[in-house]
């Protein structure tokens, strides 16, 4: 069984940072891939940012530059650090891990529970 944790989301006033967290834990093997998405009101969810387990990056259009996908593998812990916020930003973030849960295991995809970002003008 695994679990994501996600936490660090909150309230900040345009040209803010915010630099949410997403803690697996339980049977982990190996960590393919990590992302973040987001979902605003009304809108479908879409791709915010992905780092793979060689630390390959990539960023939707509208954060490059602004935001950084990173990880940490001893703590099996990702993060966005988000900086210059705009209220167009306002999105409930969610985490995306593909794993492994042993080594003869196929890989699965969890999503954390989603932290909420509001970003005000």
């Known amino acids: 069984q695994v679990q994501l944790v996600e936490s660090g989301g909150g309230l900040v006033q345009a040209g803010g940072s915010l630099r949410p967290s997403c803690a697996a834990s339980?049977?982990?093997?190996?960590?393919?891939?990590m992302g973040w998405y987001r979902q605003a009101p009304g809108k479908q969810r879409e791709l915010v940012a992905t780092?793979?387990?060689?630390?390959?990056?990539n960023y939707a259009d509208f954060v490059k530059g602004r935001f950084t996908i990173s990880r940490d593998n001893a703590k099996n812990t990702g993060y966005l650090q988000m900086n210059s916020l705009k209220p167009e930003d306002t999105a409930v973030y969610y985490c995306?891990?593909?794993?492994?849960?042993?080594?003869?295991?196929?890989?699965?995809?969890?999503w954390g529970q989603g932290t909420q970002v509001t970003v005000s003008s």
């Open positions: 995306n891990l593909v794993l492994r849960t042993s080594d003869r295991s196929p890989s699965y995809r969890y």
């Open positions: 339980g049977s982990i093997f190996s960590i393919r891939s």
């Open positions: 780092i793979t387990s060689g630390d390959s990056t």
